[in-house]
């Protein structure tokens, strides 16, 4: 992976709304269809920052799976719709690439987590005192809302944790 293709930046936190899932592996296609159920239910979304851009927040809290809010990014006037949750987003430093279209998703996060075990300064950010299942135990997505759900082109965010000298 080029320097080149990835940056490592801080970015603020952020108040997002949408809806929760949370399954194993082998329920992912429920998963596809809570994302495209949220990508409808956005106009719901009166105070939406960009409803243009949609959010994937992956929590790797079981063995057998994984948490997923698919949610946008809101100010704080709006309430939260009927079936939905709220969900903070700390400031935090995150490594951002972009997975283009055409390319295998596999690939791109085995090149990030080569990078984040290669790297001296930064390892994956984790909630004290909570157990994870995955070498990246949280992966932000941002998806653009005219993606192909079946080859679709994102940006990938991890967030980080400076390692201590």
Known sequence: M????????????????????EGGYSEVAALKEMIKMMSTRVTE??????????LGLSFHLRPDGFVHYSVYEVS????????????????MTYFCIHHPKGEDIG????????????????????????????????????????????????DILIPLAKKRA
């Open 107 to 154: 690939h791109t996060y085995s090149g990030i987590y080569q990078w984040v075990k290669e790297n001296g300064d930064y390892s994956p950010w984790v909630e004290a005192g909570t157990k994870y299942y995955d070498d990246l135990p949280i992966k932000h997505e941002r998806y653009p809302h005219d993606r192909d759900l079946n080859d679709p082109h994102f």
């Open 2 to 21: 080029e320097k080149s293709d990835y940056k490592v930046t801080d970015l603020p936190g952020y108040r997002a709304i949408g809806l929760k899932w």
């Open 45 to 54: 979304l009166e105070y939406a920052v960009d409803p243009q851009q949609q």
């Open 76 to 91: 704080h006037e709006q309430e939260v719709p009927e079936g939905m949750v709220e969900i903070k987003v700390s400031p």
